[in-house]
């Protein structure tokens, strides 16, 4: 004979039958949805703002190199050559803001992505921790005969209502089943979208040390320029 622990047990399904157990369950997931949504928008919201400032500083080395070249085209002076030295000086200066802008940006997106990864991981625990008590519910209700739903209930229209929370219940549970999968790949994603923006960063590290250097080298050419020279047009012309 069935173990009639069921039945008793029952009253628990019937008393959702308004489907107040899947609203809360769905309620969850929403919850966690709006969560990782509000997250990336607030980094795009960031990270737009980073590529604000660098196409600014874009468009300020582009004219400088719109002046070099200009300069480059003219008769080469003394003048001329400080004045490229000068402009070049002021390029690789936008040079290195903008490298340390997208360091900055880089920064910030390593950041939201580490916390993205903590409220992944928390979220994907706690579907977990979910699934697991409704894993169990719906053990209890496959245990439970369509004899037991009847006696359990006194009126026919409790009987269909039964059979509809029941339904429910099980697509509420194939939903969080789901999500929990798009938890776990979305987790995945994160990471190895935190890992690519590492090398980036790495990499903008290694060109902001090489264009420090190139600044250097730059004053001590026109400094040497203007040594040699002793500033004035003939000698200039004498060395060129």
């Known amino acids: 004979?069935?173990?009639?622990?069921?039945?008793?047990?029952?009253?628990q399904i019937r008393a959702l039958r308004g489907g107040t157990f899947i609203c809360l369950m769905l309620g969850l997931l929403i919850c966690f949805n709006t969560i990782a949504r509000a997250s990336t928008e607030d980094l795009q919201t960031k990270i737009s703002e980073k590529g604000s400032e660098i196409e600014l500083l874009e468009?300020?080395?582009?004219?400088y190199q719109e002046?070099?070249?200009?300069?480059?085209?003219?008769?080469?002076?003394?003048?001329?050559?400080?004045k490229t030295l000068d402009i070049t000086a002021k390029k690789f200066s936008a040079d290195i803001q903008l490298t340390q802008r997208k360091i900055s940006g880089t920064e910030r997106i390593i950041d939201e992505l580490a916390s993205n990864i903590t409220t992944k991981g928390e979220q994907i625990k706690q579907n977990k921790e979910a699934l697991?008590?409704?894993?169990?519910?719906?053990?209890?209700?496959?245990d439970t005969s369509l004899i037991e739903i009847?006696?359990?209930?006194?009126?026919?229209?409790?009987?269909?209502?039964?059979?509809?929370?029941?339904?429910?219940?099980?697509?509420?549970?194939?939903?969080?089943?789901?999500?929990?999968?798009?938890?776990r790949t979305d987790f995945e994603n994160t990471k190895l979208a935190q890992e690519d923006e590492r090398?980036?960063?790495?990499?903008l590290k290694n060109t902001l040390s090489?264009?420090?250097?190139?600044?250097?080298?730059?004053?001590?050419a026109k400094d040497t320029l203007l040594k040699e020279t002793k500033n004035k047009e003939s000698n200039y012309t004498a060395l060129v």
């Open 1 to 11: 004979m069935r173990n009639t622990r069921n039945i008793k047990a029952y009253p």
């Open 59 to 63: 468009q300020e080395i582009a004219s």
């Open 67 to 82: 002046q070099l070249t200009t300069i480059g085209a003219e008769k080469q002076t003394l003048e001329s050559a400080v």
């Open 132 to 142: 697991a008590i409704s894993m169990q519910s719906v053990r209890e209700i496959d």
């Open 150 to 183: 009847i006696l359990a209930n006194e009126k026919l229209s409790d009987i269909w209502n039964t059979m509809e929370s029941i339904r429910q219940f099980q697509n509420g549970v194939n939903q969080h089943v789901t999500v929990l999968k798009a938890l």
């Open 199 to 203: 090398k980036k960063l790495l990499a």
């Open 210 to 220: 090489d264009q420090k250097t190139i600044v250097v080298q730059n004053k001590s």
